[in-house]
C-alpha cells in the first residue's frame, strides 16, 4: 500500500496570509502512461462531507478559488493557500489514486491564528 | 452538477450486517465509478472500495475482502455498499463519491454525498 504522510498535522495562520502543507508519498504516484501525478486534494469543513480541491496534483476542480494551488510530483506534493481566509477553516486531506487500495494522509487541520 | 443522496442513519447489532445506498443524480453514473469511504469519530478517511457500474467490475482493499460487497443498479442511478459482521470499530460515517475515470481501472474521487452515520452497539 502506498503510504501517504502530511506535514504539518495542524497550523494556525493570520488572515490574509499563506498556508503550506505538505504530503510525501511512500513511491512515485506519476503514472508513466500519462506522465501525470494521481494526486487529489480535499478539504473537509467542520460537520460536512468532504470537497475536492485539486486533482492531478495541480489542476483546480472547477469552481475553486485560485488562492488554492497544488505542486509537486513523484513523491512530494504541496498544497499552497494563499491569502487565507476565515472560510478556509478546515482539515485538508491528500489522497493518490495511482494503485489501489487508495489511500489519504492523516489530515492537516488549518486554524486562524 | 452531480448530487448524491444517501440513506439514513442506522443503529447495529455486532455481528450483523448493514446496507447503505447512494443515489445519483445529474451525472454519468453508467461511466464513471461510485466508491466508498469512511470516517471513523475524529478520525480520518478510509477507502473501502468501488465499483465501476457500466462493467460491474469492482475492488475492494485487502483490509475489507469477504466482508464488503458494493453493488450499483444502474436502472435507478442507486449505489449500495455491505458491511456484515459488524464490530464496534466499524463506527463510521460512509461516504459515496463519485469517481471520474482516468484510466480503464483507476479514477479519483470527485462528488461526494452526504454521508451515513452506522453505529454499532449492543
Known amino acids: 500500500d502506498i503510504v501517504m504522510t502530511q506535514s504539518p498535522d495542524s497550523l494556525a495562520v493570520s488572515l490574509g496570509e499563506r498556508a503550506t502543507i505538505n504530503c510525501k508519498t511512500s513511491q512515485s504516484v506519476l503514472y508513466s502512461s500519462n506522465n501525470k501525478d494521481h494526486l487529489t486534494w480535499h478539504q473537509q469543513k467542520p460537520g460536512q462531507p468532504p470537497k475536492l480541491l485539486i486533482y492531478?496534483?495541480?489542476t483546480r476542480e472547477s469552481g475553486v478559488p485560485d488562492r488554492f494551488s497544488g505542486s509537486g510530483s513523484g513523491t512530494d506534493f504541496t498544497l499552497t493557500i494563499t491569502n487565507v481566509q476565515a472560510e478556509d477553516v478546515a482539515v485538508y486531506y491528500c489522497?493518490?489514486?495511482?494503485?489501489?487500495?487508495?489511500?489519504f494522509g492523516q489530515g492537516t487541520k488549518l486554524e486562524i491564528k | 452538477q452531480v448530487y448524491l443522496v444517501q440513506s439514513g442513519a442506522e443503529v447495529k447489532k455486532p455481528g450483523s450486517s448493514v446496507k447503505v445506498s447512494c443515489k445519483a443524480s445529474?451525472?454519468?453514473?453508467?461511466?464513471?465509478?461510485i466508491t466508498w469511504v469512511r470516517q471513523a469519530p475524529g478520525q480520518g478517511l478510509q477507502w473501502m472500495g468501488g465499483?465501476?457500474?457500466?462493467?460491474?467490475?469492482?475492488n475492494y482493499p485487502q483490509k475489507f475482502q469477504g466482508r464488503v460487497t458494493i453493488t450499483a443498479d444502474d436502472s435507478t442511478n442507486t449505489a449500495y455498499i455491505e458491511l456484515s459482521s459488524l464490530r464496534s470499530e466499524d463506527t463510521a460515517v460512509y461516504y459515496c463519491?463519485?469517481?471520474?475515470?482516468?484510466?480503464?481501472?483507476?479514477?479519483?474521487?470527485?462528488?461526494w454525498g452526504q454521508g451515513t452515520l452506522v453505529t454499532v452497539s449492543s
Open positions: 465499483i465501476i457500474p457500466r462493467y460491474g467490475t469492482t
Open positions: 492531478w496534483a495541480s
Open positions: 489522497q493518490q489514486y495511482y494503485s489501489t487500495p487508495y489511500t
Open positions: 463519491a463519485t469517481g471520474s475515470r482516468v484510466t480503464t481501472g483507476q479514477y479519483y474521487i470527485h462528488h
Open positions: 445529474g451525472g454519468t453514473f453508467n461511466s464513471d465509478a
